[in-house]
């Protein structure tokens, strides 16, 4: 049986359910070079980094002349990946591979974890 110095079974494995469990937020630059991809957070109005479930990360992440720049430029902050239709998180996911659009098996479900 594996334990920690306190004599509690199972402390690392407790750690890494933690972990696995919260969100964490990912900037993909595209393979195009040019582009990028928010998955696991979006931008609020305000600049705030929120997370999936809607809970703030950080406060004042982004200043509002470049949220303006990039929502100038076609960036989506404010859709959540999850809340896209299916041809946009394709489209989304082949930005990022570098490939070009292309849906293997339509009966698959698309989530962040598949990028």
């Not at 690392?12 to 964490?24: G, V």
């Not at 040019?34 to 931008?43: D, N, Y």
């Not at 470049?66 to 896209?84: C, H, N, R, S």
């Amino acid at each position: 049986l594996l334990s920690d110095e306190s004599g509690e079974p199972f402390a690392a494995h407790a750690l890494r359910r933690t972990w696995e469990q919260q969100p964490h937020p990912y900037l993909f630059f595209n393979a195009d070079g040019q582009s990028m991809t928010f998955l696991g957070f979006t931008i609020d109005q305000d600049g705030a980094l929120v997370n999936a479930e809607g809970g703030v990360i950080r406060r004042h992440m982004m200043a509002p002349d470049l949220q303006d720049g990039l929502i100038q430029q076609g960036v989506d902050l404010f859709t959540p990946f999850e809340a896209l239709p299916r041809g946009k998180k394709l489209r989304r996911i082949c930005a990022i591979l570098g490939v070009l659009e292309y849906d293997p098996d339509e009966s698959y479900e698309l989530t962040t974890d598949n990028v």
